[in-house]
């Protein structure tokens, strides 16, 4: 079992930053690979982020590449989202979700999802 908690959101300006964190509990959070999801009001939820479990494997959304960066630290059982350049449909409810297939971006394969943090991106 594994428990996730969200933080860092928030109202920002368009070309802002902000950090996302996620932080993870549970003995075997260093075996599943953690992404990040994001879901907009009437939309889907979305692929934002991905990280293998040892940290070294990334992988992004086309959207958010050269503009995000996801990182991990296993000893501190935290999974952080860089966000730069933030524009305003970046705007969404973002989402930490652990995952044994590293590199997935679908929804389904995840196992367990945090309660999500609100970005709010204004023009």
């Known amino acids: 079992q594994v428990q996730l908690v969200e933080s860092g959101g928030g109202l920002v300006e368009a070309g802002g930053s902000l950090r996302l964190s996620c932080v993870g509990s549970?003995?075997?959070?260093?075996?599943?690979?953690v992404g990040w999801f994001r879901q907009g009001a009437g939309k889907e939820r979305e692929f934002v982020a991905a990280v293998t479990w040892s940290g070294v494997g990334t992988y992004y959304a086309g959207t958010v590449k050269g503009r995000f960066t996801i990182s991990r630290d296993n000893t501190k059982r935290t999974v952080d989202l860089q966000m730069n350049s933030l524009k305003p449909e970046d705007t969404a409810v973002y989402y930490c979700?652990?995952?044994?297939?590293?590199?997935?971006?679908?929804?389904?394969?995840?196992?367990?999802w945090g309660q999500g943090t609100q970005v709010t991106v204004s023009s």
């Open positions: 979700a652990a995952n044994l297939n590293a590199g997935s971006d679908s929804p389904a394969q995840y196992l367990y």
């Open positions: 549970g003995r075997s959070f260093g075996r599943y690979a």
